[in-house]
């Protein structure tokens, strides 16, 4: 179970336990203890443990137990892995998760949902297929800008149901629902340099083979000073759509990013597309900030 972190103002948290595969299914005892740092002073205490009874609905209740118990069931079929693209951030980033279900031997997943479990963000994640690899896909969110900064500790969801092969010639194909819940992953969010703004009046649909103006401004904040780069960015990569990238000196804070459909983008929306702005210190790319960009392709 590795360590996980509640961030300023967070007081729940996914802690992720995992068995090897030869792990006894004997019932073992889980100790958890928490640290922090109170004005220079460390305090430390071990965590309580409770159930809920059963109970007539809608009312239950609960119970404080001796110790938290946790055991060992037979082998899982599916197994969930996060991989962050980055993990020290900035206020108002928009992170990256590239999220594998790798499913047993002779099981295949269907359509996957995923959610994420304690993200520092409100209803901003957007989920994209890999298009590399089907059972590989894109989990982003877009950090607030006003976070406060330090660790956040996040896990995210898989529901799917996985199809196999019949035992016995002529019977039906198994299937199981599964829910998985991968790796936890913690990022360190630092102050932010730049907030970046759409123009409300954005295009929302554009043809193929139409170009379109997106207005837009990086405003800079916390004293930062440097160059800032923008251009259109997807994880999955930009599809069908370019955009000659625009750089802002001095006290420039509004750009104009052209955008072109391809004859044969894709149609329809890419859900990770973003105009994303990067603050160089140094000439070093040091703060990265994000805008989901909603533009649907139409024929």
Not at 235 to 250: N, Y
Request: charged fraction near 20%; proline fraction near 9%.
């Amino acid at each position: 179970m590795p360590d996980v972190w509640l961030g300023p103002d967070v007081d729940r948290v996914p802690l992720i336990v995992s068995s090897n595969r030869d792990a006894s299914p004997e019932p073992r005892a889980l100790t958890l203890t928490g640290h922090a740092d109170l004005g220079g002073v460390e305090i430390a205490h071990e965590a309580r443990g409770a159930t809920v009874l059963a109970t007539d609905p809608p009312i239950a209740s609960a119970r404080l137990t001796g110790r938290i118990v946790a055991t060992a069931v037979p082998e899982a079929i599916g197994l969930l892995t996060a991989m962050p693209g980055r993990t020290a951030v900035s206020q108002g980033t928009v992170v990256d998760v590239r999220v594998e279900l790798d499913a047993a031997g002779g099981w295949k997943a269907g359509p996957v949902a995923l959610t994420g479990v304690g993200i520092p963000a409100d209803r901003s994640a957007r989920v994209s297929p890999d298009p590399t690899d089907p059972s590989r896909m894109w989990f982003s969110f877009q950090v607030p800008e006003r976070l406060a900064p330090g660790p956040y500790t996040f896990a995210i969801r898989a529901d799917s149901v996985l199809a196999a092969s019949a035992d016995k010639p002529g019977a039906k194909p198994k299937t199981q629902a599964i829910t998985a819940y991968s790796n936890p992953v913690t990022i360190e969010v630092g102050a932010g340099a730049i907030d970046l703004r759409l123009d409300p009046k954005a295009p929302r649909r554009m043809r193929r083979g139409e170009v379109v103006q997106l207005h837009y401004r990086a405003l800079r904040r916390n004293g930062f000073i440097g160059k800032i780069h923008t251009e259109l960015y997807a994880p999955e990569g930009v599809s069908g759509l370019r955009a000659r990238g625009v750089t802002f000196v001095g006290q420039t804070d509004s750009g104009i990013l052209q955008i072109v459909a391809s004859d044969d983008a894709p149609l329809g929306r890419q859900p990770t597309l973003r105009l994303e702005a990067v603050g160089t210190v140094e000439d070093e790319p040091i703060h990265h900030v994000g805008c989901f960009v909603d533009v649907e392709i139409t024929r």
